[in-house]
């Protein structure tokens, strides 16, 4: 079959040329080339194509049919190739997401949102969740991870953004207990912990040397939902270790405050991750592509105070 395709454009030309000659020129290649490539072709389907004299060849009948189908096929080949070259495919049909719960809803769904009014035809089914997800077996288009990526081969992954933890609390909690100053101390306070699958989160600090520490915090209050522990620190319940993009408005406005700057300021990538393919599809590469440039500034701005 490839030998058929690569033959069918020298059939063509030597059909519009009427001259075997004239085709080599054009297409760069020996007469002799030619004349094998439409034998090969003729051999194969069982038909003479052209008549042949020893100064000129015509279409046979059968030859003229072939010759119309061709040259069809060729034009709408071109035209494809065209319309990619130029990116004017519409982009359209059923993608799937997975996303983790707030990130997603606060970060992630606001730009495709935005995105999917400007392609009619596209058609997006968002997942929110902070499960581990199996792409392939659950068949999701591309999924969100923050921090470490699921080890595959099957996987690819781009960076999209990143983001930093703070250890922060309420300014009348740090007036009634006292701001810790080291993790030693603030070992010695409760801190309102991220739970997840019945465990209890480590938070992942720096020590005085730039170290990566991973500390457990005490604890009588956890929770599995990053937002409530944020109105929970904010009501003097106690210490919680959040993504800045999170509380950096009530950092700003001073209904938290932040402890401990220097410890805390580890920071996390935040990736677009897909089933491996021979080719990018034109719907991976335009969701990768929105938030790889517009995800960092949206995380800017939905911080910002008001």
């Not at 030859?63 to 990619?84: H, N, W």
């Not at 209050?221 to 106690?238: F, N, V």
Request: one cysteine or more; proline letters at 5%.
């Amino acid at each position: 079959m490839k030998s058929v395709l690569n033959s069918l454009p020298v059939f063509v030309a030597a059909a519009e040329a009427n001259s075997f000659s004239q085709t080599a020129e054009k297409l760069h290649l020996t007469r002799s080339s030619v004349a094998k490539k439409i034998a090969q072709l003729e051999a194969r389907l069982g038909i003479t194509l052209f008549h042949r004299t020893t100064r000129t060849q015509s279409l046979t009948e059968e030859g003229t049919l072939y010759y119309e189908y061709c040259r069809r096929a060729l034009d709408e080949i071109e035209k494809i190739e065209d319309i990619l070259n130029s990116g004017k495919l519409e982009t359209c049909g059923k993608f799937r997401l997975s996303m983790p719960v707030l990130f997603g809803h606060l970060c992630i769904a606001p730009l495709l949102i935005s995105l999917i009014k400007q392609y009619p035809k596209l058609e997006l089914e968002m997942s929110f969740n902070d499960r581990i997800i199996d792409l392939i077996e659950e068949g999701i288009d591309l999924s969100i991870y923050i921090g470490t990526l699921p080890d595959s081969s099957n996987l690819v992954a781009r960076k999209i953004g990143k983001h930093r933890m703070t250890i922060c609390a309420s300014p009348s909690y740090l007036a009634q207990m006292g701001e810790p100053q080291t993790i030693i101390e603030l070992a010695q306070h409760f801190a309102v912990a991220y739970s997840h699958s019945n465990r209890i989160q480590k938070w992942r600090l720096k020590d005085d040397n730039g170290g990566i520490y991973e500390f457990r915090p005490k604890t009588r209050l956890m929770m599995d939902d990053m937002q409530a522990i944020k109105d929970a620190i904010i009501s003097d319940a106690g210490i919680a270790w959040l993504p800045d993009w999170l509380v950096r408005k009530e950092l700003i406005d001073g209904r938290l405050k932040e402890i401990m700057p220097r410890a805390g300021e580890i920071t996390f990538s935040i990736y677009a991750v897909w089933p491996k393919t021979p080719y990018l599809s034109r719907k991976v590469r335009l969701i990768v592509d929105t938030l790889v440039n517009d995800l960092p500034a949206y995380m800017e701005k939905i911080a910002a105070p008001n």
